[in-house]
């Protein structure tokens, strides 16, 4: 995931508080099975690792700051 934060130059979007990643099973979404590494670092990729799922779906839930937006610049899945 890499985050992307326009805070420092007086922008509206920051990093969340935190953020988990779901998957889509039964039509039902789960959160992945041991997660970590799911930082908010902003400018820079943070790997998030977990348990190997097969899915046609991903779903990600962000905690964002109060009063603040937040931004994905961009995110992979390996």
């Known amino acids: 995931m890499f985050w992307f ?6 922008g ?3 990093t969340p508080q935190s953020w988990r990643l779901l998957y ?3 039509n039902e979404w789960r959160p992945v099975e041991q997660p970590s590494g799911f930082d908010v670092a902003s400018d820079r990729f943070n ?5 190997r799922v097969t899915t046609t ?11 603040w937006s937040g931004g994905i610049s961009e995110w992979r899945v390996e």
């Open 5 to 10: 934060s326009d805070r420092p130059t007086g």
């Open 12 to 14: 509206g979007c920051d």
């Open 24 to 26: 889509r099973h039964d």
């Open 47 to 51: 790997d998030g690792i977990f348990t």
């Open 57 to 67: 779906a991903l779903r990600i839930e962000a905690q964002l700051k109060k009063d």
